[in-house]
């Protein structure tokens, strides 16, 4: 043989060598991605009375992806099975989603599997698990924390909250924390690597102790609410800070520590549990408006809210608005308006009147199911805010 034609010979050996190395890579790149599923749950602080819902997310090795998710459920495990009968497959990386219910389970811990199988596959794989810890509703407290907002909105002006927890009790006290948006996703917004979103952050006091927490003001803007649960005596004060602050947000920076000069305005709000019905003081005037705040915790049934505008003198209200109207709230949803607004998109014609010049009354909120209020007054011009006391009557 010449040494030119061994010297082609060699090449096209080693070429033959780097290809098969390249798809070895490349099938072994596959395989991975194929393993790999992101698991999210909703609530991720359930108890047995909620309805748990979950969202998979990856990126899969073809364009036969993951889908008809079939849940089932047996003692310790909840396991989420994926099928494609696809055969013939785009050759391309795909991301893909799926999202389904799971309903609600008895208290206890349980392995969450997602497994997949199809005519390509021998056997079937495991794309990633979890665990999840269902609590018992008769052993858990619950407030509603109803006003969340932190991130930037403007340069240099941005939101922050700060929760505090007080173990008044004479027993210890095991609590979650848990931030939800006006949609009622999951949402993180606490510093990382503490709780990177959509997470919780627990807590275990023991008697008088007291817990801090605060929204880390760097990350994306949230306007949401907070659910407490916590497990032990009931007689723990739960509350809330809002501030709007003058100066860039910066990463894991307690509002604390600001100068009271960067605070442009500040309230503390109670935690409110949820109940049948509210009443609570509105005012309508150029210098201050009411903004109202609808919340319903639960995470299975929708709520059905009715609102009636009442004068000074206790009877119904003769505005430019119906004097009663009712709002439905999904699962975990908050809709949170000034109240005029809200009112007058319950016109018959469509069109929102203008305000009166000035009116002082109240309202009344009322459901069949449990859920939660709570307000601001906004103050003109500046744009400062104080909280409304509403009260439950039933």
């Excluded at 599997?113 to 509703?137: C, H, K, N, Q």
């Excluded at 993180?188 to 275990?204: D, K």
Aim: proline residues 9%.
């Amino acid at each position: 043989m010449k040494v030119a034609d061994s010297r082609i010979v060699m090449a096209l050996t080693c070429t033959a060598t780097v290809l098969v190395m390249l798809a070895s890579q490349v099938l072994l790149f596959a395989q991975f991605q194929i393993q790999v599923a992101q698991i999210d749950l909703s609530p991720p602080d359930a108890a047995d009375n909620d309805v748990i819902t979950f969202r998979l997310t990856g990126i899969w090795s073809n364009g036969c992806v993951p889908q008809s998710p079939v849940v089932s459920v047996s003692p310790g495990t909840v396991r989420i099975d994926t099928t494609n009968p696809g055969v013939v497959c785009t050759l391309s990386l795909t991301p893909w989603t799926i999202t389904g219910t799971i309903g609600k389970l008895s208290p206890g811990r349980y392995d969450v599997i997602v497994g997949f199988s199809g005519p390509s596959m021998s056997s079937p794989v495991e794309l990633g698990r979890r665990s999840l810890t269902v609590a018992d509703s008769s052993l858990l407290n619950e407030a509603i924390l109803p006003i969340v907002v932190n991130g930037d909105i403007a340069e240099k002006l941005h939101f922050q909250t700060i929760f505090t927890v007080l173990n008044g009790s004479a027993g210890d006290v095991k609590g979650t924390l848990q931030v939800y948006s006006n949609a009622g996703a999951a949402s993180g917004v606490f510093c990382s690597p503490l709780a990177p979103p959509p997470s919780n952050a627990t807590f275990a006091l023991s008697p008088n102790g007291q817990y801090l927490q605060f929204t880390s003001a760097d990350l994306a803007f949230l306007n949401g609410w907070a659910r407490l649960r916590w497990e032990g005596p009931a007689p723990v004060l739960v509350s809330e800070e809002l501030t709007l602050v003058a100066a860039a947000p910066a990463r894991c920076q307690l509002v604390c520590d600001r100068p009271s000069t960067e605070k442009l305005s500040s309230a503390q709000i109670a935690a409110v549990k949820p109940a049948r019905e509210f009443k609570m003081p509105m005012t309508i005037n150029p210098n201050r408006q009411t903004a109202v705040v609808l919340i319903n915790a639960s995470s299975s049934d929708p709520v059905t809210v009715k609102v009636s505008i009442l004068d000074s003198t206790g009877q119904s209200a003769q505005l430019a608005v119906p004097n009663s109207f009712e709002i439905t709230l999904r699962p975990l949803e908050r809709v949170s308006k000034y109240f005029w607004q809200m009112a007058s998109e319950q016109s018959p014609l469509g069109i929102a009147p203008n305000p009166p010049d000035f009116f002082q009354g109240s309202l009344v909120f009322s459901s069949d199911l449990p859920f939660v209020v709570s307000g601001l007054h906004i103050m003109y011009p500046e744009g400062k805010f104080v909280p409304v006391p509403a009260v439950s009557t039933r």
